[in-house]
């Protein structure tokens, strides 16, 4: 079943001779438990792609289909709604508040949700024990190395049961260790949670853990590559595809 749809979606900022074109007639599909990385060169549209597709900006032509929602025909409120239950964010910074502890951090969107204090603690753990962190609940962010934050943020992400995991360079704040831990559990959320992850990465190792890579340049998908084997032998054929850009 596919969870994202994009058809001919293009998104053009400014106007005049400022105009610039971020992404151009993209056409994508995402299905229940796969896993998707987009790669290409600074400034061809990923973060465009991300932004879009998690409701954060509006296309200037074309649709998408989340989980049966057309994004560009919600309201505001229905938007922010959607975006709320259906999709988890996960960043590069992690974005975890400094002053609350790992079940305060992964429990805070369904606290924002309405659900009771109680429940979204005892939700937000049962996702740390999940991740490997049943031993660090009450750790604060300063308390975590970094593979470990972003496990909490992973957390947070799943936390809501969204039917699509965004995640935009998870790894390109860690080291290599923490960067495949990291990127082994994206793998899993795909595999054993049947979520959708639609993850950005410039790191071909990482995208290799990937079922699938799309390839954009200049606002459009030019090449894609469905993966088999080991990451190893995965990110040898996404060298060779990026040094073709």
Request: glycine share 8%; with cysteine; proline share 4%.
């Amino acid at each position: 079943m596919a969870i994202i749809q994009t058809n001919n979606l293009s998104k053009v900022y400014g106007s005049g001779d400022a105009v610039v074109t971020a992404l151009r007639d993209v056409s994508l599909t995402v299905e229940t438990g796969e896993f998707v990385a987009v790669m290409g060169p600074s400034g061809c549209g990923k973060s465009t792609l991300l932004h879009l597709i998690g409701g954060l900006d509006r296309p200037t032509a074309g649709t998408i289909q989340l989980d049966g929602d057309d994004l560009s025909r919600l309201s505001d409120t229905r938007l922010t709604e959607v975006r709320r239950r259906k999709i988890g964010f996960v960043f590069q910074f992690f974005n975890l508040i400094p002053v609350l502890d790992a079940v305060e951090n992964a429990a805070l969107p369904l606290i924002l949700d309405g659900m009771k204090l109680a429940a979204a603690r005892a939700t937000a753990a049962e996702w740390l024990q999940r991740v490997g962190l049943d031993g660090q609940t009450s750790h604060r962010p300063d308390q975590l190395s970094g593979g470990q934050q972003q496990r909490v943020a992973i957390a947070r992400a799943l936390a809501t049961e969204p039917a699509l995991v965004l995640a935009d360079e998870p790894t390109g704040n860690l080291d290599s260790r923490a960067s495949d831990e990291v990127a082994g559990l994206l793998r899993q959320v795909a595999d054993e949670w049947q979520r959708a992850v639609l993850m950005v990465t410039h790191d071909p190792r990482i995208a290799a853990y990937a079922d699938r890579i799309v390839f954009l340049k200049d606002g459009s998908i030019i090449d894609q590559a469905r993966l088999n084997g080991t990451p190893l032998e995965g990110a040898q054929l996404v060298r060779d595809k990026v040094e073709a850009l």
